[in-house]
């Protein structure tokens, strides 16, 4: 809820953005502009860290929607999650300053998208994350990549995932659900 009132107008500029331009492609930048506003802020005065992910998330709701992943994803009863991210700051975002989201694909791998988001102020990255997503069926289980590139336009030719992403998602993950996950600080 923290920031379901941002994610309902992005959603609907997003629609009415995809309605007036058409869609973007699959490979397309996404670009968001954002206030900080004083509910974003943390008391030393600059935007916490975690609202950044949760900002975040309005980028990947505008680039599904622009791009028409959302329709297909309706259509076929998919949701994406995500199942891993990381996220560097580089400077601070303060009160009532304006920025903007980026958002992009940057590949995939066997089993999951991966997508950048950039915060950006007048060109300048002032933070990074990037999100590990799977996509899951409503009535369960998940969508296997080739069945997600198959249904979008996705092209083959996305960059190469960094060496260091794979390794990053193999160190992060956490044991599949079927398998117990004791919490035992060693």
């Known amino acids: 809820m923290n920031v ?3 994610t ?4 609907l500029r997003a629609r009415l953005r995809r309605r007036r331009e058409g869609p973007l492609p699959m490979t397309a930048v996404g670009r968001v502009r954002l206030t900080t506003l004083p509910t974003d802020i943390d008391v030393l005065r600059h935007m916490n860290n975690g609202r950044y992910l949760s900002l975040f998330d309005l980028g990947r709701w505008d ?3 622009r791009t028409d992943l959302m329709a297909t994803m309706d259509e076929r009863g998919w949701y994406p999650v995500v199942s ?3 996220v560097t700051f580089r400077k601070s975002l303060n009160l009532w300053q304006r920025f903007e989201v980026q958002t992009r694909w940057i590949g995939h791998d066997d089993r999951a998208l991966y997508l950048e988001h950039r915060a950006v102020v007048r ?3 002032y933070a990074s994350a990037v999100i590990r997503a799977r996509m899951l069926r409503r009535s369960g289980g998940t969508v296997p990549l080739e069945e997600v590139l198959a249904a979008v336009d996705l092209p083959d ?3 190469e995932v960094p060496a ?3 390794e990053w998602a193999e160190h992060a993950a956490l044991p599949s659900t079927r398998r117990p996950a004791p919490s035992d600080w060693r």
Request: net charge negative; aromatic share 10%.
């Open 157 to 159: 030719e996305l960059p």
């Open 8 to 11: 309902l107008i992005v959603m």
């Open 4 to 6: 379901i009132w941002r």
């Open 123 to 125: 060109g300048e990255i």
């Open 84 to 86: 891993s991210e990381t």
């Open 164 to 166: 260091w992403l794979h």
């Open 63 to 65: 680039l599904m929607i």
